[in-house]
């Protein structure tokens, strides 16, 4: 063997080192793409959630039908013609 060809493999073993060990690895890479996938599925998440809150917001500015449900439900607020009436379940 001459020294073109130790050579060439002593380049060919150095460039897989760093390849498979070294900064910014095959991995590293693999690592940061889970991550960014990880990230992805959160953000979407959180996209719904925003897109419902902004629905829920549009919704309460619109009308009181809205208003009045949430206090209903959430309150437990009466108008002042009504008459309350609470059924329990056995």
Known sequence: MGRTSI???ALLVF???ILWFGEHS????????RAVHAHEV???QLRTRNLALDAE???????KDAIE???RY???MIGADETFVQ???E
């Open 87 to 89: 059924v329990i379940e």
């Open 74 to 76: 959430e309150l437990g």
């Open 15 to 17: 460039l897989q080192a």
């Open 42 to 44: 959160t953000n979407q």
């Open 7 to 9: 050579l060439l493999i």
């Open 69 to 71: 449900e949430r206090a």
């Open 57 to 63: 917001v549009r919704d309460l500015k619109s009308g």
């Open 26 to 33: 095959l991995p590293d890479m693999w690592q940061l793409e």
